[in-house]
Each structure stands twice: as structure tokens, then as C-alpha cells.
């Protein structure tokens, strides 16, 4: 049996997508040089996040986006994965009838615990899945330390 976890704002980005292509859809013979952004929906990332013993594992959907499109900080324990998904040039040889891929830039960021080692976060990208391990940091067992009396 496969646990799946409820996301109460996957019907939401659904919804939004949805509008998107309607709003595309009209707003198509609008777009110009002016306002490339009329014909443009928003691009927000799929994303799974676990923890295992030693890490944390960030796994995000980019399919079709270069590595070098995408940018990866860190700041006060808040991780934050940007960059965009750019268009494909217009093909004039093929009538698209529906385009359901959504292109532009995305940001997401997740709030992070203290026992991470942000030194030694890693991050790969490979067939369109970027990874991300954000190892904890080892916990040293305290040692009774003896004090002398003098």
C-alpha cells in the first residue's frame, strides 16, 4: 500500500493552471513584443522532500530547464531554488491545436531546521530531476568533563 500524503493546495494549482490556459488561450492574439508576458503561464515546480537518517533530500521536476537556469541559495536556514523555464521558439511548419506546458520563472523556498551542515549541501541535476541532499550535522555525545579542585 503507498502512503499518500494530502496536499490541500494541489486542486488550487490545478484550478490556476487551468485558468492560465484559458486566459492564454484569449490572450494569445493580444501578445506582442510589448507584452511577451500575455502569452506565458506560470511555471511552479513539483517538488518531494523526505529526511532520512543523515539528510534531508529536496527532489524538484525540471524537466526541460539547464542546469545553468537554475540557481540554488541559502540564507538564515531558508533554502531557496529559483530560475526560469524558457520558451521554445515558435515552430511555423506545426499548428499546435493545445499547449499545456507552462514556461516562465519559478522560486520556491522551504524553511530548513538547525541541524543542518550547510556547508555541505549537494545538488545534482539529471533527466530533469534536480536533487538536492542537505546533510544534518553530526552530534557530537556530550563528554562529562572533571573538574579539578584547588
Given at each position: 500500500m503507498t502512503l499518500t500524503r494530502y496536499d490541500p493546495f494541489k486542486e488550487l494549482r490545478?484550478?490556476?493552471?487551468?485558468?492560465?490556459s484559458f486566459n492564454d488561450f484569449f490572450n494569445g492574439g493580444l501578445?506582442?513584443?510589448?507584452?511577451?508576458?500575455?502569452?506565458?503561464?506560470?511555471?511552479v515546480p513539483d517538488v518531494n522532500t523526505r529526511e532520512g537518517e543523515f539528510a534531508y533530500h529536496i527532489d524538484v521536476d525540471l524537466p526541460?530547464?539547464?542546469?545553468?537556469?537554475?540557481?540554488?541559495?541559502?540564507d538564515n536556514n531558508v533554502l531557496t531554488i529559483s530560475g526560469e523555464?524558457?520558451?521554445?521558439?515558435?515552430?511555423?511548419?506545426?499548428d499546435y491545436y493545445k499547449v499545456e506546458s507552462s514556461f516562465g520563472r519559478f522560486e520556491r523556498k522551504f524553511s530548513l531546521p538547525d541541524?543542518?551542515?550547510?556547508?555541505?549541501?549537494?545538488?545534482?541535476?539529471?533527466?530533469?530531476?534536480?536533487?538536492?541532499?542537505?546533510?544534518?550535522?553530526?552530534?557530537q555525545?556530550?563528554?562529562?568533563?572533571?573538574?579539578?579542585?584547588?
Open positions: 490545478e484550478i490556476s493552471r487551468s485558468l492560465n501578445a506582442t513584443r510589448e507584452f511577451p508576458q500575455l502569452n506565458v503561464s506560470s511555471f526541460g530547464i539547464e542546469k545553468d537556469d537554475i540557481n540554488i541559495a541559502i523555464r524558457k520558451t521554445k521558439e515558435e515552430t511555423k511548419e506545426e541541524d543542518i551542515d550547510a556547508e555541505n549541501i549537494h545538488a545534482e541535476s539529471s533527466n530533469g530531476v534536480l536533487e538536492i541532499t542537505v546533510p544534518k550535522l553530526t552530534k555525545e556530550e563528554q562529562v568533563k572533571k573538574i579539578e579542585i584547588k
